[in-house]
T-cell receptor, first 113, second 115 residues
Framework: KAGVTQTPRYLIKTRGQQVTLSCSPI?????VSWYQQTPGQGLQFLFE???????NKGNFPGRFSGRQFSNSRSEMNVSTLELGDSALYLC????????????FGSGTRLTVV | AQSVTQLDSQVPVFEEAPVELRCNYS??????LFWYVQYPNQGLQLLLK??????LVESINGFEAEFNKSQTSFHLRKPSVHISDTAEYFC?????????????FGKGTTLSVSS
């Protein structure tokens, strides 16, 4: 079966712009989680969605937001980009986050200049 | 809340040598434990996981990890490494049965295998 698909793979944006990243989970998976990976902070949890509802949120500013559609596809949006938002953004899908069965996508590499 | 400490940031070894990557966790509740591997410019691949049952879990490529509740550890071992095992390894923990639970990751261990 197809894995977790993240688009685009690479993005270059300018400070102050906004960006939208997309994640298509494995068919049948209803939970989508987002993580930010940077060399300094490592892997940090952004938020988790299940059946279009945000159930959990990490410690990130309100500039980071997300949503999930009825087909379980998810998007995350970052507004007013800062240089420090440059990172690899990873999406993980599972049947339900609490069942321990996470599958990660290849990520979107965002560079803010 | 949970936390994970990976005790070594870098582990250099020679090919065919044994290796152990150490991971300790802290949690006030029972946990699920994971090891993920990441190759350059790629996402995370699940290596193995402990959810319940046998405390020794194995992967298909020769890695194993043992859940030690008393020592709150989940160390990853391989008796003989290959060049292709060179990658970054992440230990992670989550709280089972909690809606929306997140994976909490350690800082990662870079395994460098040389000939």
């Amino acid at each position: 079966k197809a894995g977790v698909t993240q688009t685009p793979r690479y993005l270059i944006k300018t400070r102050g712009q906004q960006v939208t990243l997309s994640c298509s989970p494995i068919s049948g998976h209803r939970s989508v989680s987002w993580y930010q990976q940077t060399p300094g902070q490592g892997l940090q949890f952004l938020f988790e969605y299940f059946s279009e509802t945000q159930r959990n949120k990490g410690n990130f500013p309100g500039r980071f937001s997300g949503r999930q559609f009825s087909n379980s596809r998810s998007e995350m949006n970052v507004s007013t980009l800062e240089l420090g938002d440059s990172a690899l953004y990873l999406c993980a899908s599972s049947l339900a986050a609490e069942d321990g069965g996470y599958t990660f996508g290849s990520g979107t590499r965002l560079t803010v200049v | 809340a949970q936390s994970v400490t990976q005790l070594d940031s870098q582990v250099p070894v020679f090919e065919e040598a044994p290796v152990e990557l150490r991971c300790n966790y802290s949690s006030s509740v029972s946990v699920y434990l994971f090891w993920y591997v990441q190759y350059p410019n790629q996402g995370l691949q699940l290596l193995l996981k402990y959810l319940s049952g046998s405390t020794l879990v194995e992967s298909i490529n020769g890695f194993e990890a043992e859940f030690n509740k008393s020592q709150t550890s989940f160390h990853l071992r391989k008796p003989s490494v290959h060049i292709s095992d060179t990658a970054e390894y992440f230990c992670a923990v989550s709280a089972p049965h909690q809606a929306g639970t997140a994976l909490i990751f350690g800082k990662g261990t870079t395994l460098s295998v040389s000939s």
